[in-house]
């Protein structure tokens, strides 16, 4: 090519551009922007309402006992003996609890919109392991006519690539779990909550970098130095170096910056609070929060909090946030590690949403004793749950005695109107004293 272009004489024009490593033109040739935050996957980590809400999801979630049942004609029982029971409660795979794994599924879930997690199959086709997957090198591919044109019917292909650095593989929907956070348009891929708040995440970022600047620079604002005359390039670059190592950064903070005769410096930054600035964040925050579905009373912000309203609060975080996740886990589970023999038989995947009240000591007793007396919890099935021993009779059912059939109700008193001059009956009297006796009549 060269030795054609040398017979063609034509010359190459090249230009050449030399650039300090501090010149911002540096970074704009390298795609480099420093006025945009970037909010994308784990980066979005780094702004403090992200990770918190990211937290309180991930360990709300994981806190939940997760377990498989199934359902017949005596009732609900709980399926202890399928080999998928242990995995789903102590240990997905060698190297992570259960509680590790669920944390790690909701975080991808919360940062990307679709959480997964490879199945792994033994030599007779039994699940042995569940492994989560970094959502960020997983593509969902639907192959056929009609998904081009936005619609996938029972003729789709739907596959998953992961690329694995080395090697692409492709999954087939039965050898993975796919958790879908948040809303979704097609059914198959969530949105991600960082894409859909992407402004308002960028706000956050920047509030917080120009904090951070805002004290490196030991809370001094950027201004202007006026001067009478003239300076070339190299002494406005010098003067500028010496004043800025002067009056900059926190060692400087609260010194006295020296300026020569005939300059003057004049401030040109608002400070933060002509700028609105808490009002600005504590906006932010609101609008973040309530993308994830996060409280303001879970992220410390108790200014509009009373103890009613965040009793009720509280509950509607696990109603209306953990409640649809649930939903979704436990049928993406119960339909991917059972046979449809096994889900026809009625075996099914539950989380114990009743591990909210453990903290509560006097909710939970409550509840126990409506349970007992009500007549659909034994003395005993509470006692599991408090990991008490059984007592001998605590398996019957007991029931309020003075209780009968809606069918029945006044017949007890028909019953004694009709035999109350009946020889040999017995009536209360009242003796005097306040208490009742019985006296026979013959």
């Known amino acids: 090519m060269n030795f054609a272009r040398r017979m063609l004489g034509i ?6 551009l030399e650039l300090n490593v501090d010149d911002r033109r540096l970074l704009e040739v390298l795609g480099i922007d420093l006025d945009t935050v970037n909010v994308k996957g784990k980066n979005a980590l780094k702004i403090d309402t992200v990770y918190s809400c990211v937290r309180i999801l991930s360990e709300s979630v994981a806190k939940l006992p997760i377990k498989v049942y199934q359902e017949d004609e005596n009732g609900v029982q709980r399926a202890t003996r399928h080999p998928v029971y242990q995995l789903l409660k102590l240990r997905p795979n060698p190297y992570m609890s259960a509680y590790d794994f669920w944390k790690c599924i909701e975080a991808q879930n919360n940062l990307y919109g679709n959480a997964y997690a490879s199945i792994e199959f033994d030599r007779k086709g039994r699940i042995v392991g569940l492994w989560p997957m970094d959502s960020s090198r997983v593509k969902i591919v639907v192959d056929n006519d009609t998904a081009a044109s936005g619609i996938v019917t029972n003729r789709s292909s739907v596959a998953y690539k992961v690329n694995l650095g080395y090697e692409q593989r492709k999954l087939m929907p039965h050898e993975i779990l796919h958790f879908k956070g948040g809303v979704t348009l097609d059914g198959i891929v969530g949105l991600s909550p960082l894409d859909c708040l992407k402004s308002t ?16 620079q030991g809370l001094q604002a950027r201004g202007i130095v006026q001067y009478v005359g003239d300076l070339d390039e190299k002494a406005k670059r010098n003067f500028r170096e010496k004043f800025e190592s002067m009056a900059s950064g926190l060692n400087n903070a609260h010194r006295i910056a020296l300026l020569p005769i005939g300059y003057q410096y004049q401030q040109i930054a608002l400070n933060l609070a002509d700028a609105q600035f808490l009002e600005n964040s504590q906006l932010t925050i609101r609008q973040i929060a309530a993308g994830y579905g996060v409280k303001m009373h879970q992220l410390n912000d108790l200014s509009r909090a009373t103890h009613t309203n965040v009793t009720e609060t509280q509950r509607e975080f696990y109603t209306d946030t953990l409640q649809p996740k649930l939903t979704g886990y436990e049928q993406e589970l119960t339909w991917k590690l059972f046979l449809d023999d096994e889900i026809d038989a009625g075996v099914f995947v539950r989380f114990n949403v009743d591990a909210i009240l453990r903290a509560d000591l006097k909710s939970r007793y409550e509840a126990y004793r409506i349970g007992v007396q009500g007549g659909f919890l034994t003395p005993n099935e509470p006692r ?3 990991n008490l021993p059984p007592k001998e009779g605590g398996d019957q059912l007991l029931i309020n005695g003075s209780m009968v059939p809606i069918t029945d109700a006044g017949k007890a008193y028909q019953a004694k109107a009709k035999g109350g001059d009946g020889a040999g009956q017995e009536d209360e009297i009242d003796d005097g004293t306040g208490e009742k006796g019985a006296t026979g009549q013959t």
């Open 384 to 386: 599991a749950l408090e």
């Open 11 to 16: 010359q190459e024009k090249r230009e050449t």
């Open 201 to 216: 995440l960028e706000n956050g970022g920047a509030a917080n970098q120009f904090v951070n600047k805002f004290f490196k």
